[in-house]
Nanobody, 120 residues
Framework: QVQLVESGGGLVQPGGSLRLSCSASGSIFSINAMGWYRQAPGKERELVATMTNDGNTNYAVSVKGRFTISRDNAKISVYLQMNSLKPEDTAVYYC??????????????WGQGTQVTVSS
């Protein structure tokens, strides 16, 4: 089990920017991807952005062009630069790490989340 700790959330006005950070510790072996998910009140948790160890990225359509994910493999950290924030971006943002348990199985670890509120 890897421990993930997020930081950088807060209150920002529409059009503003935030940078989220996530640091990993503990059983960090076999991590093959890290990323960010979010969950708004009354909605299901959704993918925001992920990055594999090889640098392949995947973004939700709603954030493409506004958010940028980056990773520091040496520090086992992942970041999310969020620009042009909209009220609909308001959610709890969770750091995620996917680890391979076997050749045909993997599991996810989650941070406790950091609140991002976009409001005027």
């Amino acid at each position: 089990q890897v421990q993930l700790v997020e930081s950088g959330g807060g209150l920002v006005q529409p059009g503003g920017s935030l940078r989220l950070s996530c640091s990993a510790s503990g059983s960090i072996f076999s991590i093959n991807a890290m990323g960010w998910y979010r969950q708004a009140p009354g909605k299901e948790r959704e993918l925001v952005a992920t990055m594999t160890n090889d640098g392949n990225t995947n973004y939700a359509v709603s954030v493409k062009g506004r958010f940028t994910i980056s990773r520091d493999n040496a520090k086992i950290s992942v970041y999310l630069q969020m620009n042009s924030l909209k009220p609909e971006d308001t959610a709890v943002y969770y750091c995620n790490a996917n680890q391979r348990r076997s050749k045909h199985d993997s599991y996810d670890s989650w941070g406790q989340g950091t609140q991002v509120t976009v409001s005027s």
